[in-house]
């Protein structure tokens, strides 16, 4: 089986890409131990992310809380003005309708194929 040139230049940036996941996922196990603050934890897994090479303009880290007011709290950091915007739903909000949506979000599967 043989494959296109540009095919396999995508096969060879992808093994890159695993070693720069590799890294960041052995940062988040490190930083597992510790009380992290969730917004300095979004950017500097957005900073690793950009300095291994990914193309991010804004990453979003959200959480479904066991708490009796708060259901979800979200922090999205922007490549733009590098900043944290916070989103807090009550946990009246947060329904099985949410989750749904978020099935056929355009984002739920990234997917790489030749």
């Known amino acids: 089986m043989t494959r296109a040139s540009g095919c396999n230049k995508m096969v060879a940036e992808v093994y890159v890409m695993a070693d720069v996941f590799d890294r960041i996922a052995d940062w988040l196990q490190k930083l597992a131990f510790f009380d ?3 917004g300095g934890l979004v950017e500097q897994l957005s900073q690793r992310l950009i300095d291994g090479g990914v193309p991010v303009s804004r990453v979003s880290l959200g959480r479904l809380m066991m708490h ?11 490549a733009s003005n590098h900043r944290i915007e916070w989103t807090v739903l009550p946990r009246s ?18 997917q790489f194929e030749c």
């Open 36 to 38: 992290a603050d969730l």
């Open 93 to 110: 909000s947060v329904t099985t309708d949410l989750f749904d949506k978020a099935l056929i979000s355009p984002t739920r599967v990234v």
């Open 68 to 78: 009796p007011v708060i259901g979800l709290l979200d922090a999205t950091w922007d």
